[in-house]
């Protein structure tokens, strides 16, 4: 599904709802590994000599949700597994996408205000900033 159709599912619903939604577990984010790998067609033991792990059994951790990884060990699997952030993470992508879109409109309502147009330079071009990094991260994405 495109970020665009999940985007206008997220906004025709009730935001509450968004809010509500709890966080993958552990568990499925493990889960989520473990597909990325089968998906790159690689065995525990493969990734781990590909991954630079010593043992085996770190790769069943992480598949099993028992460790999570970091943000090198995030970009290695990454790569390893030939998946964007998005395919590898989709549940947590997912997740923070409708937050994201949530915050959105909460920040546009806030720009509505009439004392945003007369707040002080600074402030208008962060948000300005912020908007534009959140677009090129869409669009790599």
Same mark, same amino acid.
């Given at each position: $599904?495109?970020?665009?159709?999940? /985007? ?6 009730? !935001?509450?709802?968004? @809010?509500e939604q709890e966080v993958p577990t552990r568990q499925e984010i493990g ?6 790998? #089968?998906?790159?067609?690689?065995? +525990?033991?493969?990734?781990? #000599?590909?991954? %630079?792990?010593?043992? @085996?059994? #770190?790769v069943y951790r992480y598949e099993a949700g028992e460790r999570i990884p %970091?943000?090198? $060990?995030?970009?290695? $699997?990454?790569? @390893? ?8 993470? !989709? ?5 923070? +996408?409708?937050?994201? @879109? ?5 920040l546009t309502e806030s720009h509505r205000d009439p004392g945003f147009r007369? +707040? !002080? ?13 959140? /677009?090129?991260?869409?669009?790599? %994405?």
């Amino acid at each position: $599904m495109s970020d665009e159709l999940i /985007e206008n599912d997220i906004q025709a619903s009730a !935001p509450e709802s968004i @809010v509500e939604q709890e966080v993958p577990t552990r568990q499925e984010i493990g889960e989520d590994i473990r597909a990325a790998r #089968k998906a790159a067609s690689l065995s +525990a033991a493969e990734a781990r #000599k590909l991954l %630079g792990l010593d043992d @085996v059994k #770190k790769v069943y951790r992480y598949e099993a949700g028992e460790r999570i990884p %970091g943000l090198q $060990m995030t970009i290695q $699997m990454s790569q @390893v597994y030939n998946s964007s952030l998005k395919e590898l993470f !989709p549940n947590l992508w997912n997740f923070h +996408a409708k937050q994201i @879109v949530v915050r959105r409109q909460k920040l546009t309502e806030s720009h509505r205000d009439p004392g945003f147009r007369n +707040a !002080p330079r600074g402030r208008r071009a962060n948000w300005e900033l912020e908007e534009q990094q959140q /677009e090129e991260l869409h669009d790599e %994405g």
